[in-house]
């Protein structure tokens, strides 16, 4: 598989979050202005670019030569949560605004299943390194993507007068429903007329 | 067995590998916390409930030291004690008079003395029957009963008696008022914890329409009002209530009362 085929596979057709439904928490948490919504975006694309190379190395050197394939979802866990933390500390020193803004979310991206999805799904099509990471940047691309499309609707409709029971939340959901259905364009006969 | 062991030992380095890394990381990139933020934090209890309206005590600590407010006894669970601590290291004084207040459910209106307006089969949970023509009791004022303030209590003060109905511990409520927002009646309310009587109902329909709807309900009639005038109640919108402030007798009142919903607080 090309490579940008991985891309154009990860960002549009199974878009993480608006196709394949992962990591949704930050996706409705943070995204109510763009700012944030972007820091947040750049944030998961760092992790899960970083996290599906580191992955597939712990796969692929120390899980499957030693036959230990089972403790997969403990040792990557592991790795990311290492991987965030690092970030946490990387943005608390040089980008405190950023840091204050992600607050929580940045944290609980330790579990957020995007991230440990990428690793997973990479190492279940059997990538090599290269395409691994290829994925893992697109997945955090796809993240950006959308999380970034979402916050600008949500900034516009901060100021729409809405009805009571839809404010906040709901319409959210809404919106990130309708973006799905609007993802669902995106299919694998696109990757054929643009590849082949 | 060897599979065991390779488990072991790879997770085992692995976490060491990582932890060593992160250590080093930690000292590269520390940020210097000022200390007296950081004394701050220590003095506030580090329950995280929200109570003071900050989303936790290290913002709370952050408002304080940037002087983004001023007020010291926003924390209830620390009470007056985290107050003087909180006073000490700004070095300045507050006024400590202020009396721990904690939630109580005002509704004695159980299973056997109230009215239910139809069968709710739903999600049990208060908000959600709520939803639904407000609630299964004819009365629209009174405590559902599904414990939606169970849940929302960080320190599992709240408990059903033998009624089906909440009752709080007020020695372990740390009066955060989650309680208060989250019931969708509004039939918890805050007293001062010296309270010695309640007035346990919250219905402001008419006394007919209460005496209907359930069998202890405060009816409005007075007489409360008349047999304890030293005892603060008042009448407004056909329900009693006490005015805390006034320290005088209500055992007469209580003894009194036509309905019995007027009850020594435990």
Redesign the interface.
Known sequence: MSYVAIIITYVFISNFVLTQFLGMCPFLGVSKNVESAVGMGFAVTFVATMASLVTWM?QHY??VP???VF?QT??FI??IA?LV??VE??L??FA?PLYKAL?LFLPLMTTNCAILGVAVIAVRANYNALESFTAGFACGVGFLLAIFVMSTIRERIATEDIPKPFRGIPIAFIIAGLMAMSFMAFDKALLKNLIG | ML?II??FI??TL??AI??T??AI??KY???KKDEKQYNLERALPGVNCGACGY?GCSQYAEAIMEGRTTELTLCNPGGPDTAAKLAEIMGVTVDLTQEKKVAQVHCCGGKDSVEYAFEYKGISDCNAAYGMYQGNKVCKYGCLGFGSCIGACPTEAISYDSHGLVHIDDNKCISCAKCVTVCPVGVIKMIPVSADYIVSCNSKDKGAATKKACKVGCIGCKICEKKSPEGGFRIENFLASIDYSVKGERSSAAEACPSKCILKNK
């Open positions: 712990i120390i899980l030693l036959n230990i403790l403990v040792a592991l790795v290492a933390q690092i500390m990387v608390q020193k405190p607050g | 599979t390779y488990a790879s997770i692995l976490g990582l932890g890394g992160l990381a930690g990139l520390a940020v989303p």
